[in-house]
């Protein structure tokens, strides 16, 4: 499934590239194998040796999360639990493992090149994703970023999938005496509280080593 959307004002992307452009990302080196450049997580996220959760992003970047949720509000029309943001990112060929179902792309900023690459099946060829959305399943496909020159911004919405994963609060951000917070569901996260990490004051007592899909997980007590 291919799916192109009408294309987007640049001005709907205004408030996200100043958050961005103010606080640029932090390299993601998690992505390192998929690409070069810098690429963070909102939303769900997977953790090592952990069931998911909502990334830390969410909290220490809440005015940028806010941002992203009202973008989703206006223009994102599927599903989406997770949103991945690149700043200059090369995104080298590779599918979205983790991915389940259709993902919604944009690109934008001020930059030449840097159209999105299909390598398979009808879907093969050059698509110019600059303020315009494109839709499709990108774990069953590999893609990947063309050269660019400039600042290119784009954002992925889709729907993060991992067995592990049981029911989360009802995440939000509001806005506060001109501050925003990260709520999880009523708790009001700070970058000074941070997210109740599973394992705070209990003891880190290995009960057994599992292997997890060619990984190993270590299970504490």
Known sequence: MLKVQSEIPISQFEDIICEL???PLEENRYRIKA???QSQAFGIVGRRCLAPDYSRNNWLRPKLYYHLLEFAEKFVDISWNAITVNQNYKADKHRDKNNKGPSFLVA???????????????????HNIFCRPLITDFSKVFHAVEPFEGSRYSLVYYWFVNNRLGPLPAPSVKKEGGKYFFYRGEEKITPKTGLPHPLRNRKKIVTGIVKV?????IDFL
């Open 108 to 126: 934008f900023g001020d930059y030449t090149g840097g159209n999105l690459s299909i390598y398979e099946g009808d879907l093969s060829g050059s």
């Open 35 to 37: 690409g070069i450049g």
């Open 21 to 23: 452009k103010t606080k």
């Open 213 to 217: 899909d060619k990984e190993v997980r």
